[in-house]
Structures are given as C-alpha cells and as structure tokens.
C-alpha cells in the first residue's frame, strides 16, 4: 500500500484535548518501575512524564486503528507488538523500543483487539492482556518501527503492516521529546543471544 502525503502529515488530536485523560493518569498512576524480563529496576518516570507517556502512545494508537480498522476482523486477527528498530544501532535495543509499542499495543487491546505483547512486556501487570489464542497461532499483522535518537527528543515511525502480503495499512510518525531519565532509557544496549553449542 502507497503511503500517502496525506497520512505522513497527519496527526493525532493535540495532546491538549488529552487532558483528562493526563489526569486520570496522574491520579491513578505513581512512580512506575521499568522490568525487563524480571530483572533489576532500571528506571523510574515521574507521574507526571507517565501520564504525558501514556496520553501520547494511547492517542497515537487510537489514530492508527482508524486507518487499520477496515483491514483487521478485531475478533479473528492477531496483531503482534514487535520492539522497535534503533535506526542508527542495528541490532541493539532500549527500555523505550519496547515500552511504545507496549503502551500502543495496550490501548488496541483496550479498544478490543487481539495483540499480543509478549515481545514488548516491560512490566509484569500487563500479562492480564495476553489474548486467548489458539495453540501454534500465527499473528497476521505487525506493530512495528523504528526510532532515531537526537540530543534533545526521539524521531518515531510506527507501521502497522498485514505480515503475509507485506502491505503497510496504518503508519505514523512523531517526536518524542526526551527528558534526563527517558533519554538513559532510550540509549541502546546489545541484545543477549544464547547460542546453542549443540551438545
């Protein structure tokens, strides 16, 4: 599928029409402890940086789906949140590739589709939206992207694709602004492969 010059331009409603949103956020979030595979914390956001997080991811993926809808059967299809491409370090990752596509995988589930986040979970409290599927299911479209690190903010492109025919239904590009702690948690770091010796 062409991607349009209209859908590159096009953005979400400002964060602004967000903001009660944001404040249900504040009040029901606190410090939130950043887990990757139930390891040592290794981050914390403020209230305040999750809530704009959040509103922001939950905002990106509520336009995404309206490309998408026409595409995806929301009771048949599986959609998979992959962790995103680090477009200047191949083959390295950060907490920040798997917590946007995380967050924007949670609000499809929200909103009542199957995605299944298992390559994305940064906190364990999330396995409650693992969907139902059936044994040796295959997913038929992907949440994916890449990102680009800058001094002072991130450049995302978010894509939702139909993984058998390769066709981009859904796209979307913004900036992520960084503070102190989300710039620490976006820098990469070398993914561990087990090798299997054969014996």
């Known amino acids: 599928m062409a991607i349009t010059n209209s859908m590159r331009r096009a953005r979400p409603p400002a964060l602004k029409t967000l903001t009660c949103a944001c404040a249900a956020l504040v009040l029901l979030g606190g410090c939130t402890k950043v887990i990757l595979g139930g390891a040592a914390v290794v981050g914390y956001m403020s209230m305040e940086e999750e809530a704009n997080f959040n509103a922001q991811n939950y905002a990106v993926a509520d336009y995404m789906i309206q490309q998408a809808a026409p595409f995806i059967n929301r009771h048949k299809d599986l959609i998979i949140a992959e962790p995103l491409g680090d477009s ?16 924007v995988g949670t609000r499809l589930s929200q909103l009542g589709y199957r995605v299944d986040l298992s390559q994305v979970i940064s906190e364990a409290d999330t396995n409650y ?3 139902a599927t059936v044994k040796g299911e295959k997913p038929d479209f992907a949440l994916s992207g890449t990102y680009t690190r800058r001094h002072k903010d991130m450049d995302v492109k978010l894509r939702i ?13 913004y900036v992520l602004p960084l503070s102190h702690e989300t710039r620490k948690m976006s820098e990469p770091k070398p993914q561990i492969i087990r090798m299997n010796d054969g014996g």
């Open 88 to 103: 200047m370090h191949p083959g390295m990752s950060s907490i920040l590739s798997k917590m946007i596509p995380e967050r």
């Open 129 to 131: 939206l693992k969907p």
């Open 161 to 173: 694709a139909d993984i058998r025919s390769g066709r981009v239904i859904a796209v979307y590009d």
